[in-house]
């Protein structure tokens, strides 16, 4: 069959053709910013409720011991380990979100790039290179479904699946018209529906990222089989935009300005292990506690302001990493919110938390206005006190320092490794692209329990 000449061929062949050194200083600095962050997000991640049953499951079925399981003691095949890397991606909302509706793809692409990398034994260059290009991808689809919004579902999952082909498809060494077949299969497994919402464990919306990571994967190793997906599928009508927006013509918006601009770095790395809309709001109260000297019984309300988007998700979700009543009321008792917060069952059952969550007035507001996705990180809180005093403050969310990204990564790697070898680990994935193979780093994020 000829070769097709739309934006889904377009968009492959400006992959294929950028080479690692094509790619801006800034993107490279970039994507070893994201593998760093994240690999210390999936560490801690790894043994929770949300991905247990999925790694144990792994186990259960056994496989050639191709690919390491991050934060376990397993090896299994590349297709199951990119499930269970996918689900420990997202294990917790402590992954990074976007600035313009392009978050949480680092949740699929890095599991994706860890799995395929070890499995072909992938130069650091080779990793870095596949890594930005997918998350690129990933971060153009995500933004386009998120701009025009026509349907609910998980942008995050169903957007990411389309870089994880990508990645898979470059380090597999597939050309465009490989590349085209993959991302053809893929757009068929790409999943994620909104109600995850209303699953109070975190697993679904975990698993949701562990699916589109595995149907990524798959979708490469097919097309290197020979095996064909539909051509133009981000514009064909009944094809990916199509079905997941009803406007075939916005696949168009995913080719545009290729190379000018790199979405993948619209990204804001999470301070605290709560949702993307908590992230404002949380940043806000601790400060204000800080700077007027509050304490939890100096609060008698506090009053946060949202998008209507963001206030459906955190009066939805009772997880309290999302629900925003319970990240707040945590925020105000402990004067920080950690992981050992959100996790431990014993910080809410404390007798100060309790006394806070039934005297202290909580109101989530949804602002009138229509909003985009990115309005997601901005927010205004009014805090009321005892005293009668009354405290403002409109923000959007403040990038992360390289300082504050790395402090986040030694807790969270911290959490399951000594001190020496979160150090070796920080100073090898920050050197990942002198590596001649990865495999070896990847295997270092097998730990025993």
């Given amino acids: 069959m000829a070769s097709s000449s739309g934006p889904t061929s377009e968009l492959c062949r400006w992959v294929c053709s950028t080479r690692y050194q094509d790619l801006p200083a800034e993107v490279r600095e970039e994507t070893v910013t994201l593998l760093f962050d994240q690999v210390g997000c999936m560490i801690a991640s790894a043994t929770l409720p949300s991905c247990q049953p999925v790694v144990d499951l792994v186990v259960k079925l056994g496989g050639p011991e191709e690919c390491t399981i991050v934060g376990h003691p397993v090896r299994t095949s590349v297709m199951n380990a990119a499930l269970a890397n996918g689900t420990i991606g997202h294990g917790d909302e402590v992954d990074p979100t976007g600035q313009r509706g392009t978050g949480h793809y680092a949740a699929t692409t890095v599991p994706t790039a860890l799995c395929v990398g070890q499995y072909v034994e992938a130069s650091g260059q080779e990793f870095v290179r596949a890594l930005a290009l997918g998350s690129e991808v990933a971060a153009r689809s995500q933004s386009v479904l998120a701009h025009y ?10 957007g990411a699946t389309l870089g994880a082909a990508v990645i898979t498809s470059l ?23 909104a109600c995850h919402h209303l699953e109070d464990l975190h697993q679904i919306k975990s698993l949701n990222h562990g699916r589109a990571a595995q149907a990524g994967v798959l979708s490469g190793l097919l097309a290197q ?72 019984d100096d609060i008698e309300e506090i009053q946060v302001s949202v998008s209507r988007h963001a206030h459906h998700i955190v009066m939805t979700n009772q997880h309290p990493s999302v629900h925003m009543e319970t990240v707040l009321s945590l925020a105000a008792v402990y004067e920080e919110v950690a992981f050992k917060h959100i996790h431990d069952p014993a910080y809410r059952q404390d007798p100060r938390f309790k006394a806070f969550r039934e005297r202290a007035r909580i109101l989530i507001i949804p602002r009138p206005q229509p909003a985009t996705f990115a309005e997601r990180l901005e927010m205004g809180i009014t805090v009321r006190t005892r005293a009668g005093e009354t405290l403002h403050q409109d923000l959007r969310y403040p990038l992360m320092t390289g300082e504050e990204i790395q402090q986040k990564f030694r807790g969270l790697a911290g959490m399951r490794l000594s001190g020496d070898q979160v150090a070796g680990l ?14 070896p780093l990847i295997a270092e994020l097998q730990i025993d329990y």
Avoid at 171 to 193: K, P, Q, V, Y
Avoid at 237 to 257: I, K, Q, S, T, Y
Avoid at 426 to 439: D, F, P, Y
């Fill in 149 to 158: 919004g026509t349907r609910e579902q998980f942008v995050a999952s169903v």
């Fill in 171 to 193: 380090l597999l060494g597939l050309d465009a018209d490989g590349m085209e077949h993959a991302l053809g299969l893929a757009a068929s497994g790409a999943c994620g529906l």
């Fill in 225 to 296: 089989q020979g095996f064909h997906g539909p051509r133009e599928v981000l514009t064909v009508e009944n094809g990916f935009f199509d079905a997941f927006l009803g406007l075939p013509w916005a696949g168009n918006d995913v080719a545009r300005g290729l190379g000018e601009e790199y979405l993948m770095r619209q990204i804001a790395y999470k301070r605290h292990p709560v949702g993307g809309p908590d992230q404002t709001p949380v940043y806000a109260l601790l400060e204000l506690m800080k700077v007027h000297r509050l304490g939890a």
């Fill in 426 to 439: 920080e100073q090898s994935l920050k050197a990942v692209e002198t590596a001649g193979n990865v495999a």
